[in-house]
C-alpha cells in the first residue's frame, strides 16, 4: 500500500494544506512488523521531506506485535514506550535526520525509555561494530535541531534528562488531550503543563524556557522558518 499512503499525502498537502504527518513506530508487513524508519518505506520519508512537513511518530498495536496477555494496561504503560524507543534506535542510526534535513520530526512521549536507553545502545554500538556497519553512532543525532521531543513523560526527574540530553530548544508542550494519559485535569491532581511547571518548580528549567516550550517550540516543529504562518492561522482562527 507504499503507493496509495505517498498519493494521500501529495493530495493531502497540495489540495488540503496539510503541514502535520503522523506516523505509527511500527507497521505489519505480511507477517512481519516493521519500524517506519525502515528501508521499506523510505520514500515516505522523502516525501515529507521534500514538503517540509512536520512528522509526528506515535506508537500503536502493541497488544497485536507483543505475545502477552492484555493486563494492567501493559501495552500504554510500558511497551507504547518501548515501541518508541525502537523507532528512535533505527532511525538515529540510519542517519535520516541528516538525510532529510527539511523533516522536523516529534517523538510522542518523549521518547522516554530511548532518552535511558542511549547509554546502553552506544555500549553496544562501540562493543560490537560489525553489527552496525552502514550506520552512525547513537550520539550523532543527540540534540539534533530538527528532532523534537514532548513533554508527556509524566515524571519531572524524566523531564530533567529530557532537558539535559536533548536541550530546551527541542521539547514541545504536549496533552494527549482527551486521553487519561495525557495531562487533563479530569484526572486527580494534574492539569495541562504538570510536568513543566514542576520542572520550574524544580529550577530544572526557567519560567522563560516553559514559554518557549508552550509556544516558540512547537511553532519551530509545525512550521520551521515559517513561524510566522503558525501566528496568523492562529490568530485567523481566534
Not at 504503560?77 to 516529534?106: E, G, I, K
Not at 526527574?157 to 496533552?175: C, E, K, P
Amino acid at each position: 500500500h507504499l503507493n496509495d499512503a505517498l498519493e494521500e499525502i501529495r493530495r493531502c498537502v497540495e489540495e488540503l494544506g496539510m503541514q502535520l504527518l503522523c506516523l505509527p513506530t511500527h507497521y505489519l508487513d505480511g507477517d512481519r512488523w516493521k519500524t517506519t524508519a525502515s528501508e521499506a518505506v523510505k520514500e515516505i520519508w522523502a516525501l515529507a521531506n521534500h514538503y517540509g512537513i512536520a512528522v509526528e511518530v506515535h506508537p500503536y498495536d502493541g497488544q497485536k506485535m507483543i505475545g502477552l496477555q492484555d493486563q494492567l494496561w501493559r501495552f500504554h504503560l510500558v511497551w507504547m514506550c518501548a515501541q518508541t524507543a525502537d523507532h528512535y534506535h533505527f532511525f538515529t542510526l540510519n542517519n535520516y535526520p541528516s538525510n532529510y534535513p527539511n523533516l522536523r520530526v516529534c517523538y510522542a512521549h518523549g521518547n522516554q525509555f530511548g532518552q535511558m536507553n542511549i547509554g546502553r545502545r552506544m555500549q553496544g554500538f562501540t562493543g560490537r561494530p560489525d553489527l552496525f556497519e552502514g550506520t552512525v553512532s547513537p550520539l550523532e543525532t543527540i540534540g539534533q535541531s530538527n528532532v523534537y521531543f514532548d513533554t508527556l513523560v509524566h515524571d519531572v526527574y524524566s523531564f530533567r534528562l529530557l532537558v539535559d540530553r536533548q536541550g530546551v530548544s527541542q521539547i514541545v508542550a504536549g496533552l494527549d488531550d482527551p486521553y487519561p494519559l495525557g495531562e487533563m485535569e479530569s484526572v486527580e491532581g494534574c492539569h495541562p503543563g504538570k510536568v513543566i511547571d514542576e520542572a520550574v518548580a524544580h529550577q530544572f528549567i526557567t519560567t522563560e524556557d516553559r514559554k518557549v516550550i508552550w509556544n516558540n517550540n512547537v511553532a519551530q516543529w509545525l512550521y520551521g522558518n515559517n513561524t510566522d504562518k503558525f501566528y496568523s492561522r492562529i490568530h485567523e482562527n481566534n
